[in-house]
């Protein structure tokens, strides 16, 4: 069973690191940015299904980016990758990706979803010009009924966070660093 887990936690490791080296910001195809924004508009919808409550904390919010998929790996060291995409109100702006690396007690593979949203147009910009970084202290809410009525924003920033799968000793979204790329439309 420990070979198992330590051979998981290899492959969550070595494909975090292998998908996070080869890719860009931004889709490069049409049809990959297409698949992107419905994976996009699923993850919102799953969001606001698990939270009723977080519609209106997009709504009134500056912006926000979407993460649909985020693989995170370690054995020690650890990695993660994902791509979205920025918002401001319904409209699309941007793709962004975020990655991680860490160090420290930690074992597993895991991938999750994630919504930030922005407090103010200082937030926003903030993230669009790639100087925030969320400090390894920064912490998530999962997103589960209710969870956004005792949410607050920590620096302009909210963060929830919904798993799709794996196992992980580990949850903390620390040490992220986030890229953006405004969309041509």
């Known amino acids: 069973m420990k070979t198992c887990r330590v051979g998981?936690?290899?492959f969550g490791l070595v494909l975090v690191l292998a998908v996070a080296g080869g890719c860009q910001t931004a889709p490069t195809t049409q049809s990959d940015r297409s698949e992107l924004h419905r994976e996009t508009l699923q993850t919102i919808s799953m969001f606001q299904a698990r939270d009723r409550g977080?519609?209106?904390l997009m709504?009134?919010?500056a912006g926000y980016a979407v993460f649909?998929?985020?693989g995170k790996g370690a054995i020690g060291v650890g990695g993660a990758y994902g791509r979205?995409?920025?918002f401001t109100g319904k409209r699309l702006v941007g793709y962004c990706d975020l990655s991680q690396g860490s160090i420290g007690f930690q074992l597993g593979g895991q991938t999750y979803r994630e919504l930030i949203l922005f407090q103010t147009p200082a937030a926003l910009e903030n993230f669009k010009s790639g100087a925030m970084q969320l400090a390894a202290q920064?912490?998530?809410v999962a997103a589960t009924s209710g969870a956004s009525a005792d949410a607050d924003y920590h620096q302009g920033v909210m963060i929830f966070t919904m798993a799709r799968g794996g196992l992980m000793y580990e949850a903390?979204?620390?040490g992220q660093h986030f890229t953006y790329?405004?969309?041509s439309n």
Do not use: M, R
């Open 54 to 56: 977080l519609h209106i």
């Open 181 to 183: 790329v405004p969309a």
């Open 84 to 86: 979205g995409e920025v």
């Open 8 to 10: 998981f936690a290899l």
């Open 172 to 174: 903390s979204v620390g």
């Open 59 to 61: 709504d009134q919010a």
């Open 138 to 140: 920064a912490s998530a």
């Open 68 to 70: 649909p998929t985020v």
